[in-house]
């Protein structure tokens, strides 16, 4: 949700069920942020209560427009630009004398204010949807060792830029409870132009067939020289991944926090390895 500055938000609990989350067995809350008055209201209230204040200022910046412009076309001839200084005078008489409202925020009329052009208005980042993925190959009771975390890194650098389904990646390679279990999570921004496609996507269970078959990608067009065993078959099994959508920033905000080892509960952590816990992000950082 958004907040800007001159608003205030009012912090409401939601129904039974819709303030809170069902995450690897535990239940988590979160809070909804509820602005008093939206984006569009609050602009048209702002213009139209310093409308007098607006026309000095939009008349001011036009003549200042118009001298630049008049300026560009002289050409040196005192006959030929007689008529364009002749103007230029005439509008540097009325820009003598600099509005005292100059200092307040230009505002276009509220019918040509889009969403995209109030948010820069406000100065606002809108939160972008955020998806949690958990990956587990079949590994456990294997001994982990560089080759593995290798080939983990090259695959998650893959997923990140496939398809440019993504702008913004953390994750985290751990080894599990009993440190036999290479395992990866990773919470990564959803790029606003194919938020729809990847949604679908998602929801279709096509993203996770394409998480699998970039598992396989990596090892025909990379490969791992002594990694041994049958690479390309450590994800068959259907919970090897695991994808959540996060559409509140609160939750996308403890899932990040979810990948560092010391924000896990105890029934959570990972036994001490010489390697591990390994992280890696992509794009800019989160907020």
Known sequence: ????????????????????????????????????????SQYEKEY????????PIREYQQNLQSINLLKQQLTGDIYKDYEHNEQIMKLNNKVKFIPACTGFKQMEHPEVMTLEHLHRYYKIIPYLPCVMINISPAWKGRQIDSKMIKYFKLYMAYVFKDCERFTK????LECGFGGDL???HAVAEI????????????????????????????????????????IE???K??????????????????????LIEENKPPSHSNKQHSMLPWGMSYGHPFD
């Not at 139209?48 to 026309?55: A, F, K, R, S, V």
Request: aromatic content about 6%.
């Open 1 to 40: 949700m958004y907040i800007c500055e001159g608003m205030r938000a009012q912090i409401v609990q939601s129904g039974p069920n819709t303030n809170k989350i069902l995450d690897e067995g535990i239940i988590k809350y979160y809070i909804k942020d509820i602005i008093t008055m939206d984006l569009r």
């Open 48 to 55: 139209y209560l310093n409308e007098d204040l607006l026309e």
């Open 169 to 172: 990646m953390k994750y985290v």
């Open 182 to 184: 290479l395992h990866c």
């Open 191 to 230: 790029n606003p132009h194919t938020l729809k496609m990847v949604k679908t996507q998602i929801n279709k269970g096509n993203f996770q067939r394409s998480l699998r078959k970039l598992w396989a990608k990596v090892n025909r067009e990379e490969g791992v020289e002594g990694i041994g065993g049958d």
């Open 233 to 235: 078959g450590l994800l």
């Open 237 to 258: 099994n259907r919970h090897s991944i695991q994808v959540q959508i996060i559409n509140k920033k609160e939750i996308r905000d403890d899932k990040l926090d979810y």
